[in-house]
Each structure stands twice: as structure tokens, then as C-alpha cells.
T-cell receptor, first 113, second 115 residues
Framework: DAGVIQSPRHEVTEMGQEVTLRCKPISGHNSLFWYRQTMMRGLELLIYFNNNVPIDDSGMPEDRFSAKMPNASFSTLKIQPSEPRDSAVYFC???????????FGPGTRLTVT | AQSVTQPDIHITVSEGASLELRCNYSYGATPYLFWYVQSPGQGLQLLLKYFSGDTLVQGIKGFEAEFKRSQSSFNLRKPSVHWSDAAEYFCAVVLGDTGRRALTFGSGTRLQVQP
């Protein structure tokens, strides 16, 4: 398997622009997680899906952030409008069942100027 | 509130020396415990996990960790460190009995290996 695939790997955008991050989980995994990593806050959960349904979005910072999982093999995280404080590395991870280890993608490094 | 503490932000060891990275958690229930490693510019790779059973678990790359319920700890160890082990290490937990499956991470420990 190719592992968790994320695109783009790097994104540089200007404040106010819309940003869309993409994730393809490992085939057969039924849970998908979006995490954000910053120097100030470390690694924190944004949202996770189970069987394509959002289960916990308590980590989504505000209404500017939205996430979708239209099918079992694809998810997006959208920021609109983007702000400089959104600059971070965004990781997608997937897992097979409750308690099983999560497999992480390589991350998307987002820079908002 | 649930939390994971890694008290050491940065550790430096000599190549060939032993290593222990500390991790403590605060939960009322039995957690599932994990150690991940992150090399610069990379994603996170699972080193090992503990769900139940034998409290000493073996992982990849020669790492092991011991779960001590009485101390709420899950420390990571390696008997002989290699230069390639230089990276950041994260302890993480999932609450086993709440249905919440997301990982809660510690703040990480950055390991530097001296030749």
C-alpha cells in the first residue's frame, strides 16, 4: 500500500485566500483524522471521521475551517479565508479500528503570508 | 482533563549510550498508549503501542517501553542509541473506553545524538 497520501506537500498563499488540503487514507481504513502541528501548540486534533461521518470536530479552530469526507478514499480540509496564524503543518492520519495505530501522511506545510 | 506530559523538551546522548524518554498521562481510565517518532520534515512513524497484557512492549528500531499503571507512566527506552535515532519523539494516548479515538499527544522530546 502507498500509505496515507497528502497533497500538496507545501502550500504558500496570501492572507484571505482559500486553501484546500487533500488526503487519501489507506485503503480499508475506516477512520480518518486531521491534525495540526505548530511550535506553540504542538500536535492537536482538528477533526476526525469514522465511516465518512464527522465524529469529533471540537478541535476545528473556527468557522473558517471546514472538512469533508465524501467517500472512503478522500477527504479535504478547507480554510477560507486563510490567515497568517493558520501557518502550520497539517497531517492526515488513518486507522482501521478502535484503538489501532494511526498511520500518518507526510503532512502539508502551509505558509500564509 | 486528559493530558500527556513529556517533561524533557530536549535530550542529548552520546552514540552507544542508553536512552530513556519519559511520558506520564493523567486519565481515570485505562488508555491505549503509543510512541511515535518524527524525523525533520517527515510525518510521524509508530514505534510501539500498548493496549493491554504484558506491560513491557517491544517496538521497531530496537525500542521498548514499559507501562507502569501505579506511576501513570509509559517510558521509552533503548539500550544503545544510534546517530540515526536523532529525531523528535512523541508520546500519545487514546482513551480506551470512551469511544474517542483521536490521539492526544505530549509536547515531544527532541533527541540529539553526539558522535
Amino acid at each position: 500500500d502507498a500509505g496515507v497520501i497528502q497533497s500538496p506537500r507545501h502550500e504558500v498563499t496570501e492572507m484571505g485566500q482559500e486553501v484546500t488540503l487533500r488526503c487519501k487514507p489507506i485503503s480499508g481504513h475506516n477512520s480518518l483524522f486531521w491534525y495540526r502541528q505548530t511550535m506553540m501548540r504542538g500536535l492537536e486534533l482538528l477533526i476526525y471521521f469514522n465511516n465518512n461521518v464527522p465524529i469529533d470536530d471540537s478541535g476545528m479552530p473556527e468557522d473558517r475551517f471546514s472538512a469533508k469526507m465524501p467517500n472512503a478514499s478522500f477527504s479535504t480540509l478547507k480554510i477560507q479565508p486563510s490567515e497568517p496564524r493558520d501557518s502550520a503543518v497539517y497531517f492526515c492520519a488513518s486507522s482501521q479500528s478502535r484503538g489501532d495505530e494511526q498511520y500518518f501522511g507526510p503532512g502539508t506545510r502551509l505558509t500564509v503570508t | 482533563a486528559q493530558s500527556v506530559t513529556q517533561p524533557d523538551i530536549h535530550i542529548t546522548v552520546s552514540e552507544g549510550a542508553s536512552l530513556e524518554l519519559r511520558c506520564n498521562y493523567s486519565y481515570g481510565a485505562t488508555p491505549y498508549l503509543f510512541w511515535y517518532v518524527q524525523s525533520p520534515g517527515q510525518g510521524l512513524q509508530l514505534l510501539l503501542k500498548y493496549f493491554s497484557g504484558d506491560t513491557l512492549v517491544q517496538g521497531i528500531k530496537g525500542f521498548e517501553a514499559e507501562f507502569k499503571r501505579s506511576q501513570s507512566s509509559f517510558n521509552l527506552r533503548k539500550p544503545s542509541v544510534h546517530w540515526s535515532d536523532a529525531a523528535e519523539y512523541f508520546c500519545a494516548v487514546v482513551l480506551g473506553d470512551t469511544g474517542r479515538r483521536a490521539l492526544t499527544f505530549g509536547s515531544g522530546t527532541r533527541l540529539q545524538v553526539q558522535p
